[in-house]
């Protein structure tokens, strides 16, 4: 299994960034999969998941209103849209797959990941 995480760069606060994350050697369309993120010095977040039966989503508090997840299964791949972002976002962004059934953010629950995104929210 192999998940490869792009699009992550540095933008200023306010900004907006699209995360990609493609997948091979899997088939993802029947497996929840997930956006984590780790900042130096802190553990790593469950971000957003999103299921494969019914496209139900998770967001963490703090990125609600502003990030949106979506997939697509005949690309295998999920995207991550995050607007308005704050330097609190800064970060290494993960996309992460492997469980079925409802979304968790917890990140113990995930057996396979990629290899993340660093995204710099700075001016």
């Known amino acids: 299994v192999q998940l490869q995480a792009s699009g992550g760069g540095l933008v200023q606060p306010g900004g907006s960034l699209r995360l990609s994350c493609t997948v091979s050697r899997f088939t993802l369309r029947y497996n929840t999969i997930g956006w984590f993120r780790q900042a130096p010095g802190k553990e790593r977040e469950g971000v957003s998941c999103i299921t494969s039966s019914d496209g139900s989503t998770y967001y963490l508090d703090s990125v609600k209103g502003r990030f949106t997840i979506s997939r697509d299964n005949a690309q295998n791949a999920v995207y991550l849209q995050m607007n308005s972002l704050k330097p609190k976002d800064t970060a290494v962004y993960y996309c992460?797959?492997?469980?079925?059934?409802?979304?968790?953010?917890?990140?113990?629950?995930?057996?396979?990941w990629g290899q993340g995104t660093l995204v710099t929210v700075s001016s």
């Open positions: 992460a797959t492997g469980l079925r059934g409802s979304c968790s953010g917890s990140p113990n629950l995930y057996p396979y």
